[in-house]
């Protein structure tokens, strides 16, 4: 008996955030990134975290199986000016099905930015070139979403660059999954400014066809008092997809009176 694949490709929205798919490279190197915004800091800086995702099957490898690239992340304004830059180089070993993920945060502030992406194989120089375009407004009580493969508890003095607090993060920076492979997607959102306050939360995931395929019933918490910012994880089950297609997943906060935040 065969088992039937479904691609799942998700777009994210939150609070009042339209969704975003997640961008493509463009070259000989394919790879994904994704975008979420967050506050950092005691005085609430905009932070812009760039998620990236490259299938091992698009790097070459060497004698012993490792696998190089250098990634440049570059965020420009309007005028073309540079407002944030990134270069790091990641080795890996090569395994076939498996994917490198990394995660970088550069400095925004509000207004249209456009993030370019370039990976190199340092192997070979190939190269592959992702570009998107961004609109940054200041995301007021709730961050945007990050999707995630998995989470896991960090081991002390971890220097991981998916570090969020305790946790380690894997982005799935493609946003696309495979059912019934992978059976959940996990998601990180911060609060912010609402200590001392109770918050009922929906999460949920609608088809191809609008249609609710998937959905929690209402959770209500309490904002621990004093609270700056809080962290937000959940899952979600992607078994009840039936099709391939595009989905997407919804996450709604409101009070215990039903208002919507």
Known sequence: MSIRQVAVMLAAASAGYAG??????????????DTALFRYGIDHAL?????????????????????????????TGGEEDTLAYEA???????????SAVNSVILPVTPGERVLTVT???????????ATR???????????????????????????STLL?????????ASNTFSVPGETRVYTYQEIYDLGGVTLRRQTGITGPDGRVVFA????????PEGANSVSMVDSLDLLPARVSGLYSLFILYSTPQGDTL
């Open 20 to 33: 975003q798919l997640a961008t493509p490279g463009r070259g000989d190197v394919r790879f994904s990134i």
């Open 47 to 75: 932070m812009l975290e760039v998620y990236q995702e490259i299938p091992l099957e698009n790097l070459s490898r060497d004698e012993n199986g490792l696998s190089s690239f250098t990634t440049v992340a570059v965020l």
């Open 88 to 98: 790091w180089r990641s080795e890996t070993q090569w395994a076939s099905g498996r």
């Open 119 to 129: 990976v190199t194989d340092n192997l070979n120089g190939l190269l592959g070139t």
């Open 133 to 159: 375009s961004i609109i940054v407004e200041d995301p007021g009580h709730f961050s945007e979403l990050e999707l995630a493969r998995t989470l896991m508890p960090a081991q002390t003095g971890s220097g």
């Open 164 to 172: 969020k607090g305790g946790l380690i993060v894997f982005p799935a």
């Open 216 to 223: 929690r019933p209402f959770q209500e918490f309490l904002v």
